[in-house]
């Protein structure tokens, strides 16, 4: 489970851990300013008893230019849907991060990486489209020994791929997910911001499900 700490990665936690025993967790810090969210990915994998949470500090900030790794470069506000592909979007994380997962998942003989990639209610990343994690599954096939000389494919699950926000709520809350526990503020200060676009999706999932997000202070 390539976990973030956000409500979309927590909820994908929550349904891997119904689905299947034993669940490791990868948390990678690759010097994104909103490593607060580190903190809620411990948090997260306490609550769920994953069987081993590894939290891997790889340091790609100054290789990647994008405003959640320069917190010199301002953050998007209120971006429109359509628009073009926001500063927050970090070159081939994606990529990198399902790379490093599979080494894991093979070294560790699990056949499954889930993440919490989502389509719907997204900032518009090219690397959280169907096309993209069926590209990575073609590609896992043909890269791992374990796939070439023994049939044993990775398969890569996102549950959430195609929910709105509101969806992803309302099954979180069937879930009992821990929204208390998750982050989602891209600025990375004591309290969410309110206005970068990861602050105003999951406010507006709350709020399009008729539930109160227990993260926000009252």
Request: with cysteine; aromatic share 6%.
């Amino acid at each position: 489970m390539l976990l973030s700490g956000g409500m979309d990665s927590a909820t994908c936690l929550a349904i891997a851990s119904l689905r299947h025993r034993p669940v490791h967790a990868l948390t990678v810090v690759y010097g994104q300013r909103h490593a607060r969210e580190v903190r809620s990915a411990r948090a997260l994998a306490r609550r769920y008893k994953v069987a081993r949470h590894t939290v891997l500090r790889l340091p790609l900030g100054p290789l990647l230019r994008s405003s959640l790794t320069d917190a010199r470069r301002p953050l998007p506000r209120r971006t429109r849907p359509g628009a073009r592909i926001p500063s927050t979007y970090v070159p081939a994380r994606n990529t990198i991060l399902l790379s490093i997962a599979l080494g894991y998942a093979e070294s560790h003989h699990l056949g499954t990486i889930y993440l919490g990639a989502n389509a719907i209610d997204y900032s518009g990343y090219p690397d959280c489209r169907p096309a993209f994690l069926r590209a990575f599954e073609r590609l896992a096939a043909v890269a791992t020994q374990a796939a070439v000389e023994r049939g044993e494919r990775v398969r890569v699950e996102a549950p959430l791929l195609r929910l709105s926000k509101a969806e992803i709520v309302r099954w979180g809350e069937r879930l009992g997910v821990p929204w208390e526990l998750t982050w989602s503020c891209y600025a990375g200060g004591r309290t969410p911001c309110g206005e970068c676009d990861s602050c105003r999706l999951r406010e507006k999932g709350f709020a399009e499900a008729g539930r109160l997000d227990p993260a926000i202070p009252r």
